[in-house]
């Protein structure tokens, strides 16, 4: 597994290390009946059938380490993941740097399958010039943000508090680990078409690196999507 | 278990649930010998026994539902701890209202130990006029996200993106369930003098509540973390 | 959740205690909008939402405490849920009573669905007769293993070694908490018809406590399992 | 990691596969700060600070999965670890080999730090004549388990069922991955002085293969351990 994929304006997904391989999947499944793996001929069956019938624990004898740098915001979503190992970088530690999401029109001007889900209605779509507008203004509070940020480490307030005034679209960085099965757990909400459209994209980003490595398995997983499964 | 505990200027900490009791711990870890409890005189030294050889599996039989308001980056450090259950507010389906905290001077003149422990030499501490004017800047901030924020949803800017504007300030809401053991780990990190002191507020009046319904259990806690152990 | 509920020829599942209920967990999916819960006339469909939408947290704010009395090789395939709390009476501490599953003729003439599965072919049933004369013998032989496993102990064997006589069929007895959550996934995978017929009956007797407690969700549960979902 | 170490009389620990290294344990702890792994010169006291200070989320950035051939009796305390995955062997789909651990005299004279926890005092030890005696008794069960099983097998008794013939000496195999901050969890709780004996020797021996990858990290449990602490 090896890459960066950018996400979003500032952000990445970059592959660190995996373990197992689908070879690896058949040879644990093969535990349970004292033999392992031959070859494919015989054992994408198997592979397929332990997917599609959900024994989902052979697919956690493989994994995979990942860097991902996202806005705050994204984290918050990310990190209800509880079966995942993180290491972040931490705003006691050291300033965060002045790095904030910013969308595009386009992007603002498309509304969240979770919104509709809430209320029963679409947001109304915001007019081109409106969102260009915002978007404006949302970078000029960016600067206000960093100057009463920065002023305050300046001044000697400690830096844990100084970051009071960072917002939840700055960036940060993590490192995450989990076992291929809770990978495509956490990508099969994540991916999902309800799911807000920032995360969305690490997860497919995250996807494409698992392909690399597992692709046998990921191609059992996109055929479950498609199928709602 | 019950009552509700102020935290910060705008947080509080309540009691929802519990489930358990320090006399179930007992009759729990009893199953290994095949007898119930007893009465105190006898049992309160297999609880500390329990408590101080660290079998903790039987304080796993008892547990509490808690309520929390507490800003976002309180919260960050609170999702960490992978063994709770959560269920908080979301940005996506509702406007977060417009509270944030605002530190005190006092508090802002207070080095964290973390800067310490990562720097070598302690904060240079503000003084007391700069940190007023200080804070009354990030207040002045608060009001410029707020205003970027709501006119954000006016426009039409789909609530999962207008809440790019919110700092980490903001409060938020949560349920958080865990059982004892767990609750009891949480504790020990986050009641320690290297914790941020905010998160150190909440930890404490978890505690508070904790005791009310497992006071012989939470009393080993208090001596244990006393020894540091 | 009350009553126990006899399971096999000498075990039982008995309710110890639960908490949340049906309410609690409207209550706590509400927390996304800030709202509570009303009424099962408006409520019941947001419940039905959230099961069948696989948004599951919610459910991890209500459980149950279960005291199960099981051959080992019951609790051998149970302890694999890993979301759960045990804890299990030890053949370290006592001896374990000398009491064994002995399964009838009618269960020894039908083939597991695991059977199967794995290699195909039914295994050809066994006749009525051979059935009867087979589980004589079993009995004999574990009349054999305790003889041996008391001479061991009356000898001064340690307990921890002298149990190396006892069959997988010996009982055993523990606790088991999980969240409401956790208990569903336990009873999916071993109320299915490829579960072993031994522990589908105690996953069936843990459905019936779980129905008198949290009657609405177990009953969106057991819609689930009808539709193969 | 690699190699395979024989334990007790029929068992072994045998490496399949590490991820992560002592180096990747520090560049994930340095997300916080934003550096990297420097060298050992510089990093030897951040490595111990993380240890002794329990800052232990950077070593979940390593792992390794082992399988392990030992008595289910062993396994039976093995799976109560909830932070390992598994994968077994299954009687229900073959017969289990006629594998069965047998204590030396030696072992059977020594009684378990358990029992003294438990009683207050030592079991008498059993002469070497009658632990000679009760061996070949337990050889003779053995046997006699075995015909049974087979016999069971080939009346067309279902292999889940047959099972119940089978005693807990019995040897299983398995694969189990864990990260190396559960790994290390394990060890500390099955190499202490009040562990079983049997599961000692697997844990000294998964101990071994950790340390051919983990050299720095080991050598800090090993002084952990020493310590106490």
Redesign the interface.
Known sequence: MMGTIQVLDNGYVAA?????SDE?II???R????KGFVDWNSDAKLLRFLYTNKHM??F??A?A?IEVKA???V??EW??H??Q??????????PLPDE??V?TVA??R???G??KQ?QGVA?????CE??RD?IA??EA?YT??QA?YE??LK???????A????????YS???A?A?LRNWMQFLALRMAPNA?WEIRQYANAVASLLEQTFPRTMALFREGQGNGS
């Open positions: 660190i290390e995996h373990w197992g690896r040879e644990a499944a535990m349970s009946t004292n624990t052979p956690e004898m994994g380490v806005p705050i915001f984290f918050r990190h209800r509880r079966t190992s993180y290491n972040e970088m931490s705003a006691r530690y050291i904030n999401y969308p992007r603002l498309v509304s969240g979770a919104n809430a947001d109304l779509a915001i007019t409106a969102a915002w203004r949302l509070l206000c943000c009463v002023d305050g001044l000697g307030v400690p830096k844990e508090l970051r009071l005034s960072v917002p939840v679209a700055r960085r993590m490192r680990s076992n807000q």
